[in-house]
C-alpha cells in the first residue's frame, strides 16, 4: 500500500524537474555584448542593453535564476505573477496581481508592461520569461472597456467549462498586449521568449495568451466561441460592442504570422507536462511500481474524465503494483455554488465510480500548487475513504453536483495542499494499483 511520504516524493519530483532552477541553471552568459542562451532555438544575440520581463505563476523564479547569472547586466526587469508567489529580487520590479480573475492589480501590470516597452531600443534585446496564468495577471483595457467588463467576461469564460485555447482566444480579442501584440509594441527591439508550458500541444500561440509570438485566432473565432457556449447574451454590451467592430473590421485584428514585428522575436519551451511526467514515472519505477503514462493529451469535463480512467483502471490487467499516470488539463462547467478546482472534482467523481473490488487509490493535482481558487493543489482518494466518508453521514454525490469537491475532501483530509510551486505544467493525474 502506498504511504503519505511516498506520494509526496512522488508529487515533488515531478514538480522539481520542472523547476526554474532546474530549468534555467547555467543557461544564461553575457560576453563582448553578446547575449548566449544554451538552447538550440535561441541564436545568440549583439545587444546594448538587456531587458527582462517575466509573467506567470512561474515569473519570479524565473526571474530568480536569470537574475543569478546576469545579475548587473541586467538593464531593467519586471516580474508580473499571482498573489503570494513573489520571492525576493534585485534587479526587478515585482507586481502581484490577481488569478483566474484580474483585478486592479492586473491592470497595474499591464500599465507597467506598456511603460517598460517604451524604455527598448533597436539594440536592446528583450528576454520574456513566460509562463502560465499571464492571461489574468495582465489586464490591459481597451477603449470603453472597463476591468469590470473583462472580470465578468473571465468569470462567464471559467463558469462555462471553455478549454483554455478557446478562453484566451477571446482574452486576446479584448486586449492590446495579448495575441503577439506585445511584440509589436517591443519593436524594433530583439525579443527572445523561453516558457514554462501550461497548455496541451505546447502551443506558443495560447501559453499566456500568445503575448509575443503571431496569432492565428480572429475575432470571427472569438465570437464564435461566445456563441458556442450561449455568452453573446450574457458578456457586458461594451465586449459585445468590442468584438463586433472587430468583426466589422473597425479594430485591426491581432497581428500574424508575415507581420514585420516578429522578425526579431525568438520562442523556446523549457518544460511541459510530459517532462512532470516522466519524472514522476521513473519516480514511481524507484519505488517498485510497474509505472506507465496512459496520456498527456488529459482534456474535457473533469467528472465525465474521471470516469474514464476508473474504467481504464478497472480493465487494467499488467503488472502490479501500478502508477497510472494522466497529464493535461481538464474542464468544469460550473452549475452549482460550492468550492473546489477541477482537480478536486475529478477525484471526487473518481471515487463515486471506483468499483469495491478495485484497490486503488486516485490523485489528482495542479503543479502549480493551486487547483481553482482554493489553497489545495488537488485531492486523493480510494474505496475506503468514500466509504468513511458516508459514515460520517456525508453525500459525495451532493458535493459533485454542487461543485463543492473542497468542502468534501476537507472533511475526510483528502486535500493536497503543496503551495505555490513556483512552476506550472498544467495537471497530473495518478492512479495505483495493487
Known amino acids: 500500500m502506498i504511504e503519505t511520504g511516498n506520494l509526496i516524493f512522488l508529487l515533488n519530483q515531478a514538480i522539481a524537474s520542472v523547476q526554474p532552477s532546474e530549468l534555467l541553471k547555467n543557461k544564461l552568459r553575457c560576453s563582448n555584448g553578446m547575449l548566449y542562451i544554451d538552447n538550440p532555438l535561441i541564436k545568440p544575440v549583439l545587444c546594448k542593453n538587456i531587458y527582462v520581463l517575466a509573467v506567470g505563476k512561474a515569473a519570479a523564479a524565473m526571474a530568480l535564476s536569470v537574475e543569478e547569472q546576469l545579475g548587473n547586466m541586467i538593464a531593467a526587469g519586471l516580474v508580473v505573477t499571482k498573489y503570494g508567489h513573489a520571492l525576493p529580487l534585485r534587479h526587478f520590479t515585482v507586481i502581484e496581481s490577481g488569478h483566474p480573475v484580474p483585478d486592479e492589480q492586473s491592470v497595474r501590470a499591464a500599465e507597467a508592461i506598456i511603460q517598460f516597452a517604451k524604455s527598448v531600443t533597436a539594440n536592446d534585446c528583450v528576454l520574456v520569461l513566460l509562463s502560465g496564468g499571464a492571461s489574468a495577471l495582465v489586464a490591459d483595457l481597451p477603449n470603453n472597456i472597463t476591468l469590470s467588463d473583462v472580470q ?257 475532501f476537507e472533511q475526510v483530509n483528502g486535500l493536497i495542499k503543496t503551495g505555490p510551486t513556483q512552476t506550472n505544467v498544467m495537471d497530473i493525474v495518478m492512479v495505483f494499483i495493487h
Request: aromatic fraction near 8%; glycine fraction near 10%.
Open 152 to 408: 465578468k467576461t473571465f468569470q462567464l469564460l471559467l463558469n462555462c467549462g471553455a478549454a483554455i485555447h478557446e478562453m484566451n482566444t477571446v482574452r486576446k480579442h479584448i486586449s492590446t498586449l495579448k495575441g503577439g501584440n506585445l511584440a509589436k509594441l517591443l519593436m524594433p527591439a530583439t525579443v527572445l521568449t523561453l516558457a514554462i508550458s501550461d497548455v496541451l500541444n505546447d502551443d506558443p500561440s495560447v501559453i499566456g495568451s500568445g503575448l509575443t509570438v503571431p496569432d492565428a485566432t480572429t475575432y470571427a473565432d472569438a465570437w464564435g466561441i461566445l456563441q458556442r457556449y450561449h455568452l453573446l447574451s450574457k458578456v457586458p454590451s461594451d465586449i459585445y460592442e468590442h468584438l463586433q467592430k472587430g468583426l466589422n473590421g473597425e479594430i485591426t485584428d491581432t497581428p500574424k504570422i508575415s507581420e514585420n514585428c516578429f522578425n526579431k522575436t525568438s520562442f523556446a519551451i523549457l518544460a511541459n507536462n510530459g517532462m512532470a511526467l516522466q519524472s514522476a514515472k521513473k519516480a514511481a519505477e524507484k519505488m517498485g511500481f510497474y509505472a506507465k503514462i496512459v496520456s498527456s493529451q488529459l482534456q474535457g469535463e473533469a467528472k465525465e474524465v474521471a470516469k474514464d480512467i476508473v474504467k481504464y483502471a478497472e480493465n487494467y490487467t499488467g503488472f502490479k503494483p501500478a502508477c497510472l499516470l494522466w497529464g493535461g488539463e481538464t474542464t468544469v462547467a460550473i452549475k452549482g455554488n460550492g468550492l473546489g478546482g477541477r482537480n478536486q472534482e475529478l477525484v471526487l467523481a473518481a471515487g463515486l465510480a471506483l468499483p469495491s473490488h478495485l484497490n486503488a487509490f486516485v490523485l489528482a493535482i495542479g503543479t502549480d500548487g493551486t487547483d481553482g481558487p482554493t489553497d489545495a493543489a488537488g485531492a486523493f482518494t480510494n474505496h475506503e475513504q468514500m466509504q468513511l466518508a458516508k459514515q460520517m453521514g456525508l453525500k459525495p454525490d451532493l458535493f459533485l453536483n454542487n461543485n463543492d469537491a473542497y468542502h468534501f
